[in-house]
């Protein structure tokens, strides 16, 4: 490439993903004596980049691809141990990067990550590919000289991950992804711009997570239980973690997910489809103990009414009746059983108002709470109620809430 030139370079840029990035030791022939004098300035090596060309608030900024293999070595995080005021991001969360990685190697055909963002603290040059045409204008080769600093203004736990998941395969390093890069106008800017990119990220609910993720099999096991329910199908709310005071909704996605989680765990050697036929069946039986749920179902009566008279559509109850009915299945009782032994559960008193049974338990100064310690106390009423033994764990939780020790 010692030779190259503009022309040169912009045609193996269209034609070559492996292209992205090149060291270019010279500087090209149609250059002018401003061009020759910046590079002469930056150094004898620069990063070449195909390139789009933006504007944003009036500023200039790039959108281009990069290699996996290249993102370790040109995003370098060594910011963590300066105190928060002289960096511009957050402390690396290490507990998430293994997440992220395993993510990435778990799906080598499927997987998404969205484009990093990036400043990058150097003089940089944009040559368009044919400054004749509006479409040519904007698309062209960017140089950034070496000793330039990229910093990640979002993104920085992806890096992570894809620095990790390369370690384990490296043939991931071909694979590209998409880089936001802007000009780094210092430190008080790029703060800024961190602020900015996540003053309106908002995560998905948990319950749209559920709806959408066609890889976990719990989320599609929980769909299943839900869509082959006519009650459940009619009273689930799939979109949104809360129910609106009006809504005619009793239970949401994400509660029902987190106890059949709870039913099902441990019980790996079943096979996708009996997972689903035993939460259905177990969901069912449970169903028929709650009349207040068929009433809602047939219109007779609202579901604000039944959620803010009774405990039993809430996901502390709905988790605990998962965690019992686990305890059935660990025990290998026949499900033919489950109706008998479920059917104590239409004698309890599941009002919010007996604050006797369920205050300190499922509830706190009389508002539904779902704690560690709530969630273990009321799984330990419901099994009291069935009969059924307590763990040790429940055992000393309960015994200590019954002295007044909780």
């Known amino acids: 490439m010692d030779d190259c030139t503009d022309r040169e370079i912009r045609t193996e840029d269209l034609h070559s993903v492996q292209l992205v990035l090149f060291h270019r030791p010279c500087a090209t022939k149609k250059t002018t004596a401003t061009a020759d004098q910046r590079r002469a300035k ?8 195909p390139a789009i060309r933006g504007v944003q608030a009036g500023r200039e900024y790039y959108v281009t691809m990069c290699p996996l293999r290249l993102i370790p070595r040109l995003f370098m995080f060594d910011e963590e141990e300066l ?34 963002t990036a400043s990058v603290d150097a003089d940089v040059e944009f040559a368009p590919f044919d400054p004749s045409t509006g479409a040519g204008e904007r698309v062209g080769a960017l140089t ?8 990640i203004n979002d993104g ?15 043939e991931l390093g071909d694979e590209s992804i ?14 800024q711009m961190f ?32 869509h082959r329910s006519p009650l459940f199908s009619d009273l689930t709310e799939t979109e949104s973690n809360n129910l609106a005071a009006r809504s005619r909704k009793l239970f949401t996605l994400s509660a029902l997910y987190g106890a059949t989680k709870a039913l099902l765990d441990g019980l790996d050697k079943l096979s996708f489809e009996q997972k689903v036929d035993v939460a259905s ?8 103990q709650f009349p207040e749920w068929h009433q809602v179902h047939a219109g007779e009566v609202s579901a604000g009414e039944v959620r803010r008279d009774f405990i039993h559509t809430h996901g502390i109850v709905l988790h605990s009746l998962g965690r019992v009915g686990n305890s059935l299945l660990q025990g290998k009782q026949d499900p033919a059983t489950w109706n008998r032994k479920l059917k104590k559960l239409s004698g309890l008193d599941w009002r919010r108002a007996n604050t006797e049974l369920w205050e300190g338990r499922a509830t706190l100064g009389g508002k539904v709470s779902k704690t560690a ?10 099994r009291t109620s069935l009969g059924m033994p307590l763990p040790s764990d429940e055992q000393h939780a309960d015994e200590a809430f019954r002295r007044g020790e909780k």
């Not at 930056?42 to 980049?49: K, W």
């Not at 177990?282 to 169903?287: E, I, K, L, Q, T």
Request: with cysteine.
């Open 281 to 288: 069946n177990y969901w069912s039986v449970v169903a028929e």
């Open 178 to 191: 998409a880089i936001v890069m802007f000009l780094d106008l210092g430190l008080k800017r790029c703060q």
């Open 373 to 382: 310690a709530n969630l273990t106390l009321t799984t330990a009423a419901i």
């Open 195 to 226: 602020a900015d990119l996540n003053r309106y990220a908002i995560r998905p609910s948990r319950s749209l997570s559920v709806l959408y993720d066609h890889r976990d099999e719990m989320s599609a096991i929980a769909r299943l239980v839900v």
């Open 144 to 151: 950034i000289p070496m000793s330039a600093k990229f910093v």
């Open 156 to 170: 920085q736990h992806r890096r992570a991950g894809i620095t990790d998941a390369l370690r384990e395969n490296p």
């Open 83 to 116: 105190p928060a005021e002289m960096r511009a991001q957050r402390t690396l969360n290490r507990s998430r990067v293994p997440e992220l990685s395993r993510y990435l190697l778990d799906n080598p055909t499927s997987y998404v990550f969205s484009a990093l």
């Open 42 to 49: 930056m150094g004898a090596f620069e990063y070449v980049f």
